[in-house]
């Protein structure tokens, strides 16, 4: 059996291929219930942990209310019962206890925005998203009809509006299928719909659904209240293909946010040395491979990078540049670049709040790497004017930014390459030599033509 198609949300699904998938790196799948990350994402879960990717799953609520008057299962043991029983499916996964976290949160009962202990559930998410550092988050869908994967949209998308560092999120169907109404659907400015194939681990799946029986068979038979998952409710999920939605923002956001302050990364760096985990990500590694091959000749004179945050980029860089200038708006990650990049005499590091401020001289290689989107557009305008002033004929000017949107943050990717695109053409400064677009971060190289005045 196949999914029931509720609409036409589905119409134009989207396929994520392999090596789409293998881009999410660090996956964090967040569970209102016990079995929820299962039904709506097991056969994805086991597709990360087959090809290596780390995973970690995060149980939100206690699961006590699936069986609240029975007598054979009290509250206690029956939350020891339902928890193990997600350790065993998702054993069967391939995931290990130590991949797993239990917040026991009153089941029925999580705090939605608004109620008294929203903020304090969002301090705890927050805690576990700059501990665990994910790259990508599965969370139920926004308007999925319960209460409880609703409130767990609305803690998650809170607490990822305060991190300092891009998390792509895909939220997932429950009761869509079910209980929806049309107002509950997704449409088509909420986002783009992807399919994963999972029937390679379909079998992985279904075994792990059945490591459920307090919720699919009739293993607590002394309530008549209790709940368990119907063989129609089942049905939508024993499918080959696994449904997603992802934000696209393609609407404009405002032009009158202001440029982050140095005090937003100077809080950022306060909790986390690197808060971004340059250092440690496959998706920072595969990135910082594909802009080193995009630089248009093996060796450069004079350099200059916008954002070097504490360096680990700035040093690859150094082995390409006779001489680097390197700077950023904050003190703690320019301390730090500092010190690993003090055996290299060519590289200065230096604390600058461009645009504002600008070094005094010409440079045939700028990078503007994962920063631009900090600044407001009327600076991000000017930051371009300064660049096109202080770029050689002939040197080379190469962008690379993270494309889904950050709450926090004035721009997006896309609208900072835009608007260097924009001087970008005939009888324009700039000549696009490469561009790029992968799943979640957008790169583009451009020459200084001769002959062409800056805005």
């Known amino acids: 059996m196949g999914l029931v198609r509720k609409g036409n949300f589905m119409k134009d699904l989207l396929s994520l291929s392999p090596d789409q998938i293998r881009l999410f790196g660090k996956t964090l799948f967040i569970a209102p219930h016990q079995d929820d990350e299962t039904l709506g994402c097991g056969g994805t879960i086991h597709l990360l942990q087959k090809w290596g990717i780390p ?34 499916a998702l054993a069967i996964l391939g995931i290990s206890r130590e991949q797993i976290s239990f917040l026991r949160m009153k089941d029925s009962e999580l705090p939605h925005a608004g109620s008294a202990d929203f903020e304090s559930a969002v301090g705890i998410f927050t805690g576990i998203f700059n501990q665990l550092q994910p790259e990508t988050i599965f969370v139920p869908w926004e308007r999925d009809p319960h209460q409880d994967h609703r409130a ?16 792509r999120r895909l939220e997932y169907f429950i009761w869509l299928w079910e209980r929806a109404d049309d107002a509950d659907l997704p449409n088509s400015e909420d986002g783009k719909m992807w399919q994963v194939a999972v029937g390679s681990a379909m079998e992985y799946k279904k075994r792990a659904i059945a490591a459920y029986p307090s919720q699919t068979t009739s293993l607590i038979d002394d309530d008549p209240e209790g709940f368990t998952l119907s063989l129609e409710v089942l049905a939508h999920f024993d499918s080959d293909v696994e449904i997603f939605l992802e934000r696209t923002h393609e609407t404009k956001m405002s032009d009158q946010k202001q440029t982050l302050p140095e005090g937003y990364f100077n809080d950022v760096y306060r909790n986390n040395d690197d808060p971004w985990n340059f250092e440690g990500s496959e998706y920072e590694r595969e990135k910082y491979a594909v802009t080193l091959e995009a630089l248009s000749r093996e060796r450069f004179q004079n350099a200059f990078e916008i954002g070097c945050s504490i360096g680990v980029l700035t040093q690859m860089l150094a082995e390409r540049c006779n001489k680097l200038l390197s700077v950023d708006a904050a003190e703690a990650p320019v301390v730090m670049a500092c010190k690993r990049l003090s055996d290299f005499e060519h590289v200065q590091i230096s604390k600058m709040g461009v645009p504002r401020e600008f070094p005094d001289q010409e440079f045939d290689l700028i990078v503007l790497s994962e920063v631009g989107y900090y600044f407001s557009m009327p600076d991000l305008i000017e930051l371009r004017s300064k660049i096109l002033g202080h ?39 700039l000549r696009l030599l490469h561009s790029l677009r992968r799943q979640t971060y957008r790169l583009d190289s451009f020459e200084k033509l001769p002959d062409n005045q800056p805005e």
């Open 55 to 88: 995973v970690h799953v995060l149980f939100v609520s206690d699961g006590s209310m699936s069986h609240p008057n029975s007598i054979k299962y009290p509250k206690e043991k029956l939350i020891e019962l339902r928890e193990q029983e997600s350790v065993d």
């Open 152 to 167: 767990t949209w609305q803690i998650t998308d809170q607490a990822i509006t305060g991190l300092g560092f891009p998390i």
């Open 391 to 429: 770029l050689q004929t002939g040197g080379q000017l190469l962008l690379v930014h993270w494309t889904p949107e950050v709450h926090d943050y004035p721009l997006t990717g896309d609208q900072v390459h835009d608007t260097f695109s924009a001087v970008s053409g005939n009888a324009k400064p």
